[in-house]
């Protein structure tokens, strides 16, 4: 009877137990999450600024002086092809690593920690390698040199066309690893029989990969595409790192633009950046992420 009685009770403590966890992460999220984003809501329609006590209600007049600011449009536009740019690449080098890695051989288990590792290093620091690598008088044209024979002094972010390509390279280098691990995993789930009735079938290697690899892994596809979306759209530290949003404003991602607005002082346009910046991940990468789970359904 004793220990027909103690089951409820220890039923009841099961039940009541997780909330132990989920309370203090729930707080945490409130605070440094939730009553940001809502205070952020707030401001962008305020005055807010260090060259007043006070804060006033402007209503839209942040947006309508936004709107007519060339240089939110420029930052906006330089923002979504820098993070188009890293969601192809991104996916590309790590889609191309895991079918090179993606036998379980020491050098391949070794290899793959080698290309990991930028995942783990700090965006800052690999920005600030980059910076010092691709000066004139840095380390890549020293190799350069090296190889021709003569001085080569290539401004490699001194390029107002190519700069901001060469940050999309750079950026998708140090999370390709990442997509790398995603797709070994997504590779890893396909059935053996099916890759081998393929091959008895005369399929080839591309067909193989086109038309029953890349849609038995279509969820990896969209796990990569998403992440590579919105922590591009999100960039900060590699570029700023980098170029600093030069030359001429050409790699001004907008969160660089709302960053030096902030410096400013101009608290209340940097909010409403950042809220327009919110706005654009909702309207742009969600309808990208619900295609790619739509296709997803179809392949199934």
């Not at 391949?108 to 690999?126: D, E, G």
């Not at 690598?133 to 972010?157: C, E, F, H, Y």
Request: hydrophobic share 55%; proline share 4%; aromatic share 12%.
């Amino acid at each position: 009877m004793s220990s027909m009685e103690a089951t409820p009770r220890h039923g009841t403590a099961d039940r009541s137990h997780p909330w132990g966890f989920v309370v203090p992460a729930f707080a945490v999220l409130a605070v440094f999450f939730l009553t940001p984003t809502i205070y952020n809501f707030i401001y962008a329609f305020t005055d807010w600024s260090s060259f007043k006590s006070a804060m006033n209600p402007v209503g839209l007049g942040n947006f309508a002086d936004l709107i007519a600011s060339g240089s939110l449009r420029n930052s906006l536009v330089i923002t979504l092809v820098y993070a188009a740019g890293v969601a192809v690449l991104q996916n590309l080098f790590g889609l191309g690593l895991a079918l090179l890695l993606e036998r379980d051989t020491l050098v391949n288990k070794i290899v793959r920690v080698v290309f990991f590792v930028p995942v783990i290093l700090s965006a800052l620091a690999a920005g600030y390698v980059f910076q010092a690598l691709l000066r004139p008088d840095g380390g890549l044209n020293q190799m350069l040199g090296l190889l021709t024979g003569s001085p080569v002094k290539i401004a490699w972010l001194g390029s107002t066309t190519w700069t901001l390509f060469v940050c999309i390279v750079i950026h998708s280098w140090k999370w390709m690893g990442m997509s790398m691990l995603v797709y070994l995993a997504g590779l890893k789930t396909i059935d053996a029989q099916v890759l081998e009735a393929a091959r008895i079938d005369g399929a080839s290697r591309w067909a193989t990969l086109h038309q029953i690899r890349l849609p038995l892994i279509a969820p990896a596809v969209t796990f990569n595409v998403a992440t590579a979306l919105l922590g591009s759209m999100n960039s900060f530290d590699i570029v700023q790192a980098t170029t600093g949003g030069g030359p001429g404003g050409s790699t001004e991602l907008l969160n660089l633009f709302i960053f030096r607005t902030f410096g400013q002082g101009l608290y209340a346009q940097a909010t409403t950046m950042s809220l327009v910046l919110f706005l654009a991940v909702v309207i742009l990468a969600f309808p990208v992420i619900g295609m790619l789970r739509r296709r997803e359904g179809r392949m199934a």
